[in-house]
């Protein structure tokens, strides 16, 4: 038996890219209120970091026309330009332009997943990113499913097939990596307040 064991991977500034799966206004209402809070305010702690440090922020929409645009206190917080790509496929691996946005920034093969619905839109994108030789990292915070049970059931699904499930605030820090950081003050108040 070997004692070597494969080094776990962290969340690297210059590696990451944050994507937003379909956090849309009328999906929203069908998730449990307390759990879409917390979700909710940790995808805007990731949006808000993701600022801070530079990291290109990509979200989609489902079916805009009938589940309406990203949620507008996500929407209202996202970078400039960040325009939601539009798809109906369940993986937003198979939406037209998605590819393109992802690999816009080609040397940025990290990708931290968040958004709704665990258990479908985001559990057939994961298996897609990992197809194409991205490490994903999925914060079990911010990410929802309907039913607690069928997000649970995913994240069991995901850890086993090598997505690393994480939390909010250690994304954060491990974009941050040293708090001697210029930026460390500006990201650690996003999750101070929680406190």
């Given at each position: 038996m070997s004692t070597h064991q494969a080094q776990m991977p962290l969340c690297q500034r210059a590696f990451s890219q944050l994507l937003i799966?379909?956090?849309q206004e009328r999906?929203?209402?069908a998730m449990p209120a307390d759990e879409l809070d917390l979700v909710v305010g940790n995808i805007n702690r990731l949006v808000s970091a993701a600022k801070i440090l530079g990291i290109p922020v990509i979200a989609t929409q489902h079916n805009s026309k009938g589940l309406g645009p990203v949620?507008?206190?996500i929407r209202d917080n996202m970078p400039e330009g960040a325009d939601p790509t539009e798809k109906t496929a369940f993986s937003c691996c198979t939406a037209p332009g998605f590819e393109r946005n992802i690999s816009a920034h080609p040397d940025r093969r990290?990708?931290?997943v968040v958004g709704m619905?665990?258990?479908i839109c985001i559990v057939q994108t994961v298996s897609?990113?990992?197809?194409?030789?991205?490490q994903v990292f999925v914060p079990?915070?911010?990410i929802v499913s309907r039913k607690s049970v069928f997000k649970q059931n995913v994240l069991d699904r995901m850890r086993h097939a090598g997505t690393q499930v994480v939390c909010t605030e250690s994304v954060g820090f491990e974009w941050l990596g040293d708090s001697t950081d210029v930026q460390f003050r500006e990201v650690w108040s996003?999750?101070?307040?929680?406190?």
């Open positions: 799966i379909d956090a999906l929203a209402h949620m507008a206190t990290q990708l931290i619905e665990a258990h897609g990113l990992q197809r194409w030789g991205y079990a915070d911010a996003l999750f101070k307040a929680d406190d």
